[in-house]
């Protein structure tokens, strides 16, 4: 199984600034990774697949970067709405090989 | 616009067999290029994929939960079901129904359902 790794556990940035989300996997993945948006009460949103395409209605400020076992996900200018858990999501050889979700990033309000 | 609901029983006790059923509407479920999976969340934890499977049937599981997972498809009623056998209290989840969209080597969740707690208690 294929163990990935996301780093801080929480993250506190100010709203309209930058804040930088990593991901790491056991193994190489290639691009095969996916980032979601949960917010509490909510279930996980899809932003991101293929380690940097946006999902359909996906803001621009949201950009997914990284292959192979680092990958990144950056929010340009932080508003209100984008202070959240997220989590990255590795598909490499899906199937047979399992779906792996990270253990999530908590984004909170500095 | 393509919604999916979880349905089933709140509660369940130790050593019984958790049953949810996943209902879509707004699309068919008998679209190709799409699978249809369940994901877990233990009480402020993270996500764990349980399975999916292909509206023909077809279907793949984690190998940690594999002894006791069934996913089927009941095509006539656009619905998917989950049964996880011999729970514990480690089983005590929000878990969630989603769509699996199957794109090239790509593989994504979207939509999700909105979530049922499933609680494993006496």
């Known amino acids: 199984e294929i163990v990935m790794t996301q780093s801080p556990a929480t993250l506190s940035v100010s709203p309209g600034e930058r804040a930088t989300l990593s991901c790491r996997a056991s193994?190489?993945?290639?691009?095969?990774l996916a980032w979601y948006q949960q917010k509490p009460g909510q279930a996980p949103r899809l932003l991101i697949y293929?380690?940097?395409t946006r999902a359909t209605g996906i803001p621009a400020r949201f950009s997914g970067s990284g292959s192979g076992t680092e990958f990144t996900l950056t929010i340009s200018s932080l508003q209100s709405e984008d202070f959240a858990v997220y989590y990255c999501?590795?598909?490499?050889?899906?199937?047979?090989?399992?779906?792996?979700f990270g253990q999530g990033t908590r984004l909170e309000i500095k | 616009q393509l919604q999916l609901q979880e349905s089933g029983p709140g509660l369940v006790k130790p050593s019984e067999t958790l049953s949810l059923t996943c209902t879509v509407s707004?699309?068919?479920?008998?679209?190709?290029?799409?699978?249809w999976g369940w994901i877990r969340q233990p009480p402020g934890k993270g996500l764990e994929w349980i399975g999916s499977?292909?509206?023909?049937?077809?279907?793949y599981y984690n190998p940690s939960l594999k002894s006791r997972v069934t996913i089927s498809v009941d095509t006539s009623k656009n619905q998917f079901s989950l049964k996880l056998s011999s729970v514990t209290a480690a089983d005590t989840a929000v878990y969630y129904c989603?769509?699996?969209?199957?794109?090239?080597?790509?593989?994504?969740?979207?939509?999700w359902g909105q979530g049922t707690l499933v609680t494993v208690s006496s």
């Open positions: 499977i292909y509206y023909s049937g077809s279907t």
């Open positions: 989603a769509r699996q969209r199957q794109w090239l080597v790509h593989n994504w969740f979207d939509p």
């Open positions: 293929g380690a940097s």
């Open positions: 999501q590795q598909y490499n050889n899906w199937p047979p090989l399992p779906i792996t």
């Open positions: 193994q190489s993945v290639s691009s095969n």
């Open positions: 707004g699309g068919s479920i008998s679209s190709s290029s799409y699978y």
